[in-house]
């Protein structure tokens, strides 16, 4: 509503000037009140869906899924909620949670291949009430996530201070466990928003 607002505003502000400032016109359309911003957020984010208290529990498995040992069984969906920090430990100040779902997407038992939507919110600082949402698969390629690979998934929106983001993530892990899943991740966040 507020940008139908601006928006319709713009126009008419501009249909008003056009006869004498020409020129001005396709500026302010492209401008359209707006000033877009580039943020960069560094922080780690932990996935534990093992132990006494996951942040990742299983929602649901489809009725083909056939390897139930793998860590990533086809077909199978995942509640998350976990923890955002400042530093690479668990234990390092919280700074925010990312909540979303991922399906374990992969039909070859020993290749780990996911779809995440998560929200990714801060509740301290600057950024308290504002969150991106990330949507995209991981990992991106076919190759299993390493300290030594970098991963680039699709930022698609935001609220708060990252209304209408757009942008990308790079992940690298830092800590994995073959054995439960667990895993912490370093991620690099740049975004562009209004
Ligand atoms: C899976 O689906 C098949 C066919 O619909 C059914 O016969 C079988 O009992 C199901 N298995 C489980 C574990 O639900
Ligand atoms: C973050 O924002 C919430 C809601 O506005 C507020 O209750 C809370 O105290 C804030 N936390 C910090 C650390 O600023
Ligand atoms: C994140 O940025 C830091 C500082 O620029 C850099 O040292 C690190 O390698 C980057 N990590 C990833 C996963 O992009």
Not at 10 to 26: D, E, K, N, R, T
Not at 97 to 114: E, H, M, V
Request: with cysteine; net charge positive; glycine share 8%.
């Amino acid at each position: 509503m507020e940008e139908q607002m601006v928006f319709a505003w713009v126009m008419i502000f501009c249909l008003a000037i056009a006869p004498v400032y020409g020129q001005h016109y396709s500026k302010t359309i492209k401008l359209g009140g707006r000033v877009e911003k580039k943020t960069r957020l560094r922080f780690f984010y932990h996935d534990f869906p093992g132990g006494k208290n996951p942040t990742t529990v299983l929602l649901a498995q489809a009725n083909i899924t056939q390897d139930f040992f793998s860590p990533s069984p086809y077909s199978s969906l995942y509640a998350m909620d976990d923890p955002l920090t400042i530093g690479p430990e668990r234990t390092s100040t919280t700074i925010g949670n990312a909540q979303g779902l991922y399906i374990a997407l992969s039909r070859d038992p020993n290749k780990f291949t996911a779809v995440l939507y998560a929200d990714f919110a801060f509740t301290t600082g600057r950024f308290n009430g504002s969150s991106f949402s990330l949507f995209s698969r991981y990992p991106p390629t076919d190759f299993v996530p390493s300290p030594d690979t970098i991963c680039e998934m699709a930022i698609v929106g935001g609220r708060g201070a990252f209304k209408m983001a757009k942008g990308f993530a790079l992940l690298r892990a830092t800590s994995s466990n073959a054995m439960t899943g667990d895993a912490s991740l370093e991620v690099n966040v740049t975004l562009y928003h209004y």
